[in-house]
């Protein structure tokens, strides 16, 4: 399933810095960057349930902001992209 993760974290301080470093970490090990705190995510749901569970333990619900967009299968139909940066397809042949 197609899942958007989007973020929003508090830097004023040294301990919102480390947070939102964490946070970017664990959304770059699992998902596609889109743009700077926003990516795409194609994973199995008990995947996608770890990376959430993990998400929720390293943000500061009172200071910090995190969303999930639930895309689902057919998600195709449902992203346009314009711009710059080239999308990709996350069901695409790798190229070793």
């Not at 919102?16 to 964490?22: A, E, F, M, N, Y």
């Amino acid at each position: 399933m197609m899942v958007i993760i989007s973020y929003d974290v508090e830097t004023k301080t040294k301990a919102g810095q480390t947070r939102l470093r964490k946070v970017a970490k664990e959304c770059v090990n699992h998902a596609q960057r889109v743009q700077n705190s926003v990516f795409e995510a194609n994973l199995d749901y008990s995947t996608f349930l770890k990376l959430k569970d993990n998400l929720l333990s390293l943000i500061d619900k009172d200071k910090d902001s995190l969303r999930f967009y639930y895309l689902g299968d057919n998600w195709h139909r449902r992203v346009e992209h314009f711009g710059a940066k080239n999308t990709y397809d996350s069901e695409g042949p790798l190229i070793i």
